[in-house]
């Protein structure tokens, strides 16, 4: 069983937020939209509801906050190649991608925000 649901994000503007999320989700394994009413749901493979989602909606007084959102990707190489792929959907590089030895040994991670200044990262490590 996933344990594993969804999660609901706030941001200002959907047309500033839309076209950088359909990238990312996408290439994180999000392919399968749900879009109604004032939420953009991206899902992963499977049958819902056992499959997780990120649904996001617009709210124009949302404030972001140190809290951020992580996705373990299976290689270094994939932290880099979806660095790429984040800095040209208009995400803002925070740090990274490099190795943070203070963290783990093999923590390899992209910090990064969206459009609206929510907190992401990509990650891969092995210990």
Same mark, same amino acid.
């Given at each position: 069983?996933?344990? &594993?649901?969804?999660?609901?994000?706030?941001?200002?503007? +959907?047309?500033?937020?839309?076209?950088? *999320? =359909?990238?990312?989700? =996408?290439?994180?394994? &999000?392919?399968?939209?749900?879009?109604?009413?004032?939420?953009?749901? &991206?899902?992963? #493979?499977?049958?819902?509801?056992?499959?997780? *989602?990120?649904?996001?909606?617009? #709210?124009?007084?949302?404030?972001?906050?140190?809290? @951020?959102?992580?996705?373990?990707?299976?290689? @270094?190489?994939?932290?880099?190649?979806?660095?790429?792929?984040? @800095?040209?959907?208009?995400?803002?590089?925070?740090?990274?991608?490099?190795?943070?030895?203070?963290? =783990?040994?093999?923590? *390899?991670?992209? *910090?990064?925000? #969206?459009? =609206?200044?929510?907190? +992401?990262?990509?990650?891969?490590?092995? #210990?």
């Amino acid at each position: 069983m996933n344990p &594993f649901s969804h999660i609901d994000v706030r941001v200002k503007s +959907l047309e500033r937020a839309l076209p950088f *999320y =359909s990238v990312v989700l =996408s290439a994180l394994g &999000f392919k399968r939209t749900f879009h109604s009413g004032g939420w953009n749901v &991206f899902a992963g #493979d499977g049958d819902l509801p056992s499959v997780p *989602y990120f649904a996001i909606t617009e #709210d124009p007084e949302h404030q972001p906050n140190k809290n @951020r959102i992580a996705f373990w990707l299976p290689s @270094r190489e994939e932290v880099d190649r979806l660095s790429i792929l984040i @800095r040209g959907a208009g995400g803002n590089i925070t740090a990274g991608p490099k190795l943070f030895p203070e963290i =783990s040994s093999s923590y *390899y991670a992209l *910090y990064f925000e #969206d459009p =609206s200044g929510n907190r +992401l990262e990509l990650v891969h490590r092995t #210990d």
